[in-house]
């Protein structure tokens, strides 16, 4: 989803290590060594930090910090391969490791992470320079989407590596088989839908309610959809009482505890499995992911045809107005201490050169570059209202630090909780208090 600290700091990055991109709290730190790499060191060492000499004539090592583990021994050796073609004197590692944000926060905080990482949500714009260096100077082929959202005082810390929607990935064969000849426009209908998935022996959607991270779209962007505003976060940092269950947090996670009630979700949800539900997904096993245009490929990589695989945007509502939110992917950063010319160069080639934009399905961070994803056509066909994400607030960001308040923990007690409200109650109480300690 990142510094070099005063304990202060420390205890500011401990706080958010809830909010992962993965598996749950107590789940140890996994890595993934790429097949072609050496032994990863943290950092560069003086000895490795590399050299610019003249134009571009980078040398030294250039670690990256990915939660990409399904691509290791892969796509990184390939991408190692052609990279070091084009710059022979540097050598890349992939570094890959699950519960991503969690293991991020720890190693900036003790001041030992690599050259190239991707910059979370949980750090404060204001401390980018602490811990990065500004990426302006990267002569990009075209314009790039996002620039503006990791930037501090007129710098850029972090390029996006791609954009991204999020809707309704479905498999158009369990569609078939079910009976359902079109896509949902509003929500009763897309209940209408997930029943007869469930009368067809099909699981209408899958959640991965265990695993967590993917419970963040009910917590990023159904709300958006529902209040037609991506600033609903940052709005937190003005009320005690940001959750509420006629706010668009108490609307968006009431949708999923509907479908967990009629039983449109796995059977167990307590023992979801996230690579699992991939393979479930392309045999039609599961009719439907709430997620974005990224998981499309992964599915077809599961077994799925291209053609069988489809893309639509999510009904919150029974006005008939689809919305759907543009977001950013992760961002690229630069350790400020680290193989600063290499690392750039790196995110330079990712964007432009890798293609990982199109293996990711992802929307391309150049501007003038169009997706090859036959699903976003789809997707675009029905004519959604686009909501664009905004920069993050500092102070909200800080009161989530400090309130130490994992929301898809939230978001799976408010569905299981026999009172929805004592469990807003009750985070709302840490919400406020942190916010006393944060706005003097």
């Given at each position: 989803m990142k510094k070099s600290l005063s304990l202060l700091l420390v205890s500011a990055l401990s706080l958010t290590m809830l909010a992962g991109c993965g598996s749950d709290d107590k789940k140890e730190e996994t890595k993934a060594a790429d097949t072609d790499k050496e032994s990863t060191s943290a950092a560069s060492t003086d000895t490795e930090a590399g050299s610019t000499d003249g134009a571009g004539d980078i040398s030294g090592k250039v670690v990256f910090l990915t939660n990409r583990t399904d691509m290791v021994g892969k796509q990184y050796s390939d991408y190692k391969k052609r990279f070091e073609e084009k710059y022979p004197n540097v050598k890349i590692e992939f570094e890959a490791v699950t519960d991503y944000e969690k293991t991020e926060k720890i190693r900036i905080a003790t001041g030992e992470y690599p050259d190239v990482v991707l910059i979370g949500s949980g750090i404060p714009n204001s401390d980018f320079p602490k811990y990065f260096e500004p990426l302006d100077d990267i002569q990009f082929s075209g314009?790039?989407?996002?620039?503006?959202?990791?930037?501090?005082?007129?710098?850029?810390?972090?390029?996006?590596?791609?954009?991204?929607?999020?809707?309704?990935?479905?498999?158009?064969?369990?569609?078939?088989?079910?009976?359902?000849?079109?896509?949902?426009?509003?929500?009763?209908?897309?209940?209408?839908?997930?029943?007869?998935?469930?009368?067809?022996?099909?699981?209408?959607?899958?959640?991965?309610?265990?695993?967590?991270?993917?419970?963040?779209?009910?917590?990023?962007?159904?709300?958006?959809?529902?209040?037609?505003?991506?600033?609903?976060?940052?709005?937190?940092?003005?009320?005690?009482?940001?959750?509420?269950?006629?706010?668009?947090?108490?609307?968006?996670?009431?949708?999923?505890?509907?479908?967990?009630?009629?039983?449109?979700?796995?059977?167990?949800?307590?023992?979801?499995?996230?690579?699992?539900?991939?393979?479930?997904?392309?045999?039609?096993?599961?009719?439907?992911?709430?997620?974005?245009?990224?998981?499309?490929?992964?599915?077809?990589?599961?077994?799925?045809?291209?053609?069988?695989?489809?893309?639509?945007?999510?009904?919150t509502?029974?006005?008939?107005?689809?919305?759907?939110?543009?977001?950013?992917?992760?961002?690229?950063?630069?350790?400020?201490?680290?193989?600063?010319?290499?690392?750039?160069?790196?995110?330079?080639?990712?964007?432009?050169?890798?293609?990982?934009?199109?293996?990711?399905?992802?929307?391309?961070?150049?501007?003038?570059?169009?997706?090859?994803?036959?699903?976003?056509?789809?997707?675009?066909?029905?004519?959604?209202?686009y909501i664009e994400a905004g920069p993050s607030n500092d102070v909200a960001t800080s009161i989530q630090n400090a309130a130490q308040i994992d929301q898809g923990k939230v978001v799976q007690e408010f569905v299981l909780a026999p009172d929805q409200q004592s469990i807003l109650d009750k985070y709302n109480k840490l919400w406020a208090n942190a916010k006393k300690s944060v706005v003097k």
């Open positions: 314009d790039i989407s996002f620039k503006d959202l990791k930037s501090y005082e007129g710098h850029m810390y972090g390029v996006s590596s791609g954009g991204s929607t999020v809707g309704i990935v479905y498999n158009k064969k369990a569609f078939e088989k079910a009976g359902i000849t079109a896509v949902p426009k509003t929500l009763d209908e897309f209940y209408a839908a997930a029943q007869k998935l469930k009368d067809a022996g099909i699981t209408p959607l899958a959640s991965n309610f265990k695993d967590k991270w993917p419970l963040d779209t009910w917590i990023y962007d159904v709300p958006t959809m529902i209040g037609g505003a991506s600033d609903h976060q940052n709005k937190r940092a003005d009320s005690d009482t940001p959750y509420t269950m006629d706010g668009v947090y108490g609307q968006s996670w009431s949708i999923l505890r509907t479908l967990y009630e009629k039983g449109f979700l796995e059977k167990d949800i307590n023992s979801t499995n996230w690579e699992n539900s991939k393979k479930d997904v392309a045999q039609g096993k599961f009719g439907m992911y709430l997620l974005g245009n990224w998981v499309i490929n992964q599915v077809i990589e599961n077994g799925a045809a291209s053609e069988d695989v489809g893309f639509f945007p999510f009904p509502d029974n006005s008939g107005t689809l919305k759907a939110p543009l977001n950013p992917d992760w961002f690229y950063g630069v350790n400020k201490n680290g193989n600063v010319a290499a690392a750039k160069a790196f995110v330079k080639w990712m964007i432009e050169e890798s293609g990982f934009d199109d293996f990711a399905g992802l929307i391309p961070t150049l501007k003038d570059k169009q997706s090859n994803l036959a699903q976003l056509a789809e997707f675009n066909g029905y004519n959604p209202q």
